[in-house]
């Protein structure tokens, strides 16, 4: 059950709250990450708010509407990215993670964001999407590895892998080419030299090396050739 919060604020005010597992104050701005890992902490503990304008001393100082915007946005695009996810698959609603921006009294146009979280069914359900578990102890975050970590991580190295033998393949298919056209040169500069035919006569014997159509070896042998 989320604790009751007042309904105005003022300016300089001390607000009857403190950062506890369930309260989160920020003078001004939070990081997404920070956001991310708190939105997701207080989602598999018993819920809370992340109040945005209120120092750690507990007053009130506010923040300009556009910062309370940009802020807000963050928090959708953590609903929208699936940036926190349960780790069914299940996707991150509204109802669980919402922002609403309050006017602060005595002051020309400052507000305060508040973030409020509800609890997650179950315990630790809920991921970002690095794999990492968050929860909440006093007031602050902590991260509990989940099995789920360990597949993004192995997915992540597979791709790595997949992508590395694309390339491998490419280059070797590009060496191959290059081979190819190279023995085909060569054949063919031999079968136009007129020295080449009598020196396979002075020999009489020569060594001959075996290509198919392809240009694959396919083995090597001495050819008798006898003048007539």
């Known amino acids: 059950m989320l604790p009751p919060i007042p309904s105005r604020y003022t300016y300089g005010a001390t607000v009857p709250l403190y950062e506890s597992n369930q309260i989160e104050f920020k003078v001004s701005t939070i990081s ?5 890992k708190t939105v997701c902490a207080f989602l598999n503990t018993i819920g809370g708010y992340i109040f945005i304008g209120i ?3 507990r007053q009130i100082c506010g923040i300009e509407p556009k910062m309370a915007d940009n802020i807000s946005l963050m928090v959708d695009q953590i609903i929208c990215l699936k940036s926190v996810t349960r780790m069914d698959g299940a996707e991150l ?8 921006i309050v006017d602060v009294d005595g002051t020309a146009g400052k507000v305060l964001l508040i973030i409020k979280v509800q609890p997650a069914s179950l315990s630790q359900d809920y991921m970002w999407d690095t794999g990492e578990c968050y929860f909440r102890l006093n007031a ?3 991260c509990r590895r989940s099995d789920a970590s360990e597949i993004i991580q192995l997915r992540g190295e597979i791709a790595k892998l997949k992508n590395d033998k694309v390339k491998l393949n490419g280059y070797i298919n590009m060496l191959s080419g290059e081979l190819r056209r190279s023995l085909a040169a060569a054949a ?6 007129p020295w080449m035919s009598l020196f396979n006569w002075l020999i009489g014997d020569c060594l001959v090396i ?3 159509n392809d240009l ?3 083995g090597a042998g001495y050819l ?4 007539k």
Request: glycine letters at 2%; proline letters at 0%; aromatic letters at 12%.
């Open 32 to 36: 997404f990450d920070k956001l991310k």
């Open 55 to 57: 120092d750690d001393s």
């Open 93 to 100: 609603t509204i109802r669980e993670a919402s922002a609403q």
């Open 140 to 142: 602050s975050n902590y």
């Open 188 to 193: 063919s500069a031999r079968a136009k030299s």
């Open 210 to 212: 075996g290509y198919d």
């Open 216 to 218: 694959h070896h396919v």
């Open 224 to 227: 008798s050739t006898t003048y």
